[in-house]
């Protein structure tokens, strides 16, 4: 790898932080304050959202990345991905259109239950990311051609943690206004619709060892529900 590839690939790991903490502090600031209701701005919310959800699902397609792979160098390609959909979730956080309302505000022990909940999803994204590769992740590590199926962990839990954890994190908050609840609930439908593509990938990948997962784990990414 050049100085000029690992710069690119270091620079996008470092957008990509920026980018969870850019949306962070919309979750966490900006989308606290409860303002004039505008239901409309949800559906602008909702379409600019797609943009992002349509390039992250579309890139992590095989024959996608096959194509791509012709245009960039395989090292690379990760990275890009990285890129673009770390300034994809920037744009979706700058543009977002309040839809105001506040749904329910808890105070005391519940707002206490609130925030552990919150911590219980953020210590299982936290596991879960570890069990993987956060360095892959953030695409300053290609991806392996010799991946193995994570199984340990929250993995025995559902097969989809990072979702569950990210399900308990957006919906956990004590103070739900409609701009987190929008954005809880866009997010969430955008990763269920997300997992049949993701787990035919993961099947062509491991084959058999994923049948055998997917009976061992029965969820998806909610116990007892999905």
Do not use: N
């Not at 062509?204 to 049948?211: L, P, Q, V």
């Amino acid at each position: 790898m050049t100085s000029s590839d690992r710069l690119l690939v270091w620079t996008g790991g470092g957008v990509f932080v920026g980018s969870l903490v850019i949306c962070a502090y919309s979750y966490i600031v900006s989308w606290a304050v409860p303002r004039e209701i505008d239901w409309p701005a949800g559906g602008f919310d909702a379409v600019v959202f797609s943009v992002f959800a349509l390039h992250h699902s579309l890139f992590a397609r095989t024959r996608v990345k096959e194509r791509l792979a012709r245009l960039i160098p395989p090292h690379l390609l990760r990275s890009v991905y990285v890129w673009i959909a770390s300034l994809l979730l920037i744009a979706v956080c700058v543009v977002w259109q309040p839809v105001g309302g506040l749904w329910y505000r808890h105070a005391g022990g519940i707002a206490a239950a609130h925030f552990a909940i919150q911590l219980l999803g953020l210590g299982i994204v936290a596991q879960s990311v570890r069990a993987i590769d956060p360095l892959e992740l953030a695409g300053i590590r290609s991806q392996s051609t010799t991946a193995r199926l994570q199984m340990a962990g929250p993995y025995r839990l559902v097969r989809h943690p990072l979702y569950l954890g990210w399900i308990l994190i957006v919906f956990g908050a004590a103070r739900m206004t409609g701009d987190r609840l929008v954005f809880a609930a866009i997010t969430t439908l955008y990763l269920a619709a997300a997992i049949p593509w993701e787990e035919a990938s993961l099947h062509a990948a491991f084959g058999s060892d994923y049948e055998r997962y997917r009976r061992h784990v029965r969820w998806r990414m909610i116990p007892f529900i999905y």
